[in-house]
């Protein structure tokens, strides 16, 4: 059989070389079950390369990141960094979007009705507070907020609040079951990450559950709102990745203690989600050329002021 599977490869982290990733399809070959070993045949994705010949060498031509990768760097480098690279495994608790969000809606309907909160059965992570650490580290940032919240507020809070929590606890529990972690609520909305050593993975989840927040906010929690009488909220998803540093803020004489995330990542995230429409779900550059090519095949390039984030010539993508 063949499915999609991906090949990544971490440098030292805070150096300014990017990490690389291709896409590849994957033949699995029997088991020997006398010694436990299987092999696999791998061939990059021709959804994404093209085989071409360049100064009398094959070489395979991403069509989405626009770059030529000799035939023989993936047969000699690619092999060495294979060769003891863990393998990982990261997987969203929600198998289907659309059930989980037939469920929810449910759920909350009935909760609204009078009834009592019902936590949906897939197991989310438990949130953790950010941990310092002594180096530096890359982690994928959301910033998702409440399209005209403040104006929401005003016109009623009570109502406003009423829905604001169970948006709250909704998105953020999908954020959970994404391996997320909320880093800060914002007033309207909410800041979260994805820590995990494989950079394809989390850049992965990270989109899965951009899409699904906005799939979850649509299809659950505004029908049970609507029918309540209580307001409906639109919102935006922004997402990025690169490096964070932590610093410890501390005040002694109140005894005032927290770890702080310091990342140009975590701003380019806030920067892209306020350029989005109602709704809608962009990414930065960094986070583009990180990403499977089925994500890839539904994003979009879109115009941005990279100005706003001191990158002129930053690039952004819409994703459906």
């Known amino acids: 059989m063949e499915r999609d599977t991906s090949a990544d490869h971490e ?3 805070g150096k300014d070389r990017r990490w690389g990733r291709m896409d590849f399809q994957t033949e699995f070959v029997p088991i020997d079950k006398a010694n436990g070993t299987f092999q696999v045949r791998m061939r990059p994705d021709p959804r994404r390369y093209d085989r071409t010949e360049h100064d009398g060498k094959p ?5 989405y ?3 030529l990768i000799p035939e023989d760097l993936i047969l000699g480098e690619g092999k060495r960094q294979l060769e003891g690279l863990p393998l990982y495994f990261l997987s969203s608790s ?3 979007t659309a059930e989980y969000a037939s469920a929810r809606s449910n759920a909350l309907g ?3 009705r009078g009834g009592s909160y019902s936590p949906p059965h897939q197991k989310a992570l438990q949130h953790k507070s950010a941990v310092s650490s002594p180096t530096p580290k890359e982690l994928v940032f959301l910033s998702v907020d409440i399209c005209g919240g403040s104006a929401l507020r005003r016109n009623n809070r009570e109502r406003f609040d009423r829905a604001y929590k169970i948006f709250i606890r909704e998105l953020g529990t999908v954020v959970g079951q994404f391996n997320g972690t909320i880093y800060k609520a ?3 909305g909410f800041i979260a990450y994805i820590d995990h050593p ?3 993975s989390r850049s992965d989840q990270a989109v899965d559950l951009g899409l699904t927040l906005l799939a979850v906010l649509c299809r659950s929690i505004n029908p049970a709102l609507r029918e309540a009488g209580l307001p409906e909220l639109a919102i935006r998803v922004g997402a990025d990745t690169g490096i964070v540093s932590f610093r410890k803020l501390e005040v002694p004489t109140t005894g005032f203690s927290e770890v702080e ?3 140009d990542a975590l701003n380019r995230a806030v920067k892209i989600q306020e350029s989005a429409d109602e709704n809608l779900f962009r990414i930065g550059r960094d986070l583009y050329e990180l990403v499977h090519v089925g994500w890839l095949e539904r994003a979009t390039e879109v115009p941005f002021d990279g100005a706003s984030v001191g990158m002129p010539d930053y690039r952004v993508y819409e994703v459906i």
């Open 11 to 13: 440098e030292d982290q």
């Open 110 to 112: 009935e909760e609204l």
């Open 198 to 200: 494989s950079f394809t």
């Open 94 to 96: 929600i198998d289907s």
């Open 186 to 188: 914002t007033g309207d």
């Open 65 to 67: 990141l626009r770059v």
């Open 59 to 63: 070489h395979y031509f991403d069509k």
């Open 261 to 263: 995330i310091a990342s």
